[in-house]
């Protein structure tokens, strides 16, 4: 078995500011996402990445960058916070190319005042 | 694009009866993977169910089934003999057969199980 650790799990920021979620996974699997989840609603795809230094843009990833600065980790930076933005920001991984369940961390909540 | 639509927003049964939660889905390949997610209260997701758009046999676990009507783009998922732990948000989600292509999720319907 394995655990994706997502850190810090609340978040607070101020408008405008820069933030940084992060994300680490010991299932040795390669392709690593972030999805953001609003109040009541689905999951949404803001980037993935298939292997170490892919990147790949989701439906959502106007606001935000990511890095996979290593096969175990995955970064997202949201670039400029927006005032009353809530929202939980989750990571997941899957093993490369074969069609097996994603795994989730148990998210970030990010709170912008 | 691929798309999931899950149109119940949310289901409410009672203990030991049998939930049935509507997906549709849409995509151009002709090989793609088929998921159900559970959200629990805690926010915990968890893998509950998968179907292979090639295998003509419905998918079961447990007492999870899936209903795979592929003419008609359609994946639902069955919950019998339901308890109250079967109270969450339930996802549908697809991915493609092509490496490299992401998990796609639907909005989710909540089913919440009463005694």
């Known amino acids: 078995g394995g655990i994706i650790t997502q850190t810090p799990k609340f978040l607070i920021g101020q408008e405008g500011q820069k933030l940084t979620l992060k994300c680490q996974q010991n299932?040795?699997?390669?392709?690593m996402y972030w999805y953001r989840q609003d109040s009541g609603k689905g999951l949404r795809l803001i980037y993935y990445?298939?292997?170490?230094?892919?990147?790949q843009k989701g439906d959502l990833s106007e606001g935000y960058d990511a890095s996979r600065e290593k096969k175990s980790s995955f970064s997202l930076t949201v670039t400029s916070a927006q005032k009353n933005e809530m929202a939980v920001f989750l990571c997941?991984?899957?093993?490369?190319?074969?069609?097996?369940?994603?795994?989730f961390g148990k998210g970030t909540r990010l709170t912008v005042v | 694009a691929q798309k999931v639509t899950q149109t119940q927003t949310s289901i409410s049964v009672v203990e030991k009866t049998t939930v049935t939660m509507d997906c549709v889905y849409e995509?151009?390949?002709?090989?793609?993977?088929l998921f159900w997610y559970k959200q629990t209260a805690s926010g915990e997701i968890v893998f509950l169910i998968r179907?292979?758009?090639?295998?003509?046999e419905n998918a079961t676990v447990g007492h999870y089934s899936l209903n795979f009507q592929k003419p008609k783009s359609s994946i639902g998922l069955i919950i019998t003999a339901t308890q109250i732990e079967d109270s969450a948000v339930y996802f549908c989600?697809?991915?493609?057969?092509?490496?490299?292509?992401?998990?796609?999720f639907g909005t989710g319907t909540t089913v919440s199980v009463s005694p």
């Open positions: 990445s298939i292997t170490e230094n892919d990147l």
């Open positions: 179907q292979d758009s090639y295998k003509k």
């Open positions: 995509t151009r390949d002709s090989s793609y993977f």
């Open positions: 997941a991984s899957s093993i490369k190319g074969r069609p097996t369940e994603v795994f």
């Open positions: 299932f040795n699997h390669d392709t």
């Open positions: 989600a697809m991915r493609e057969g092509q490496g490299g292509r992401a998990l796609i």
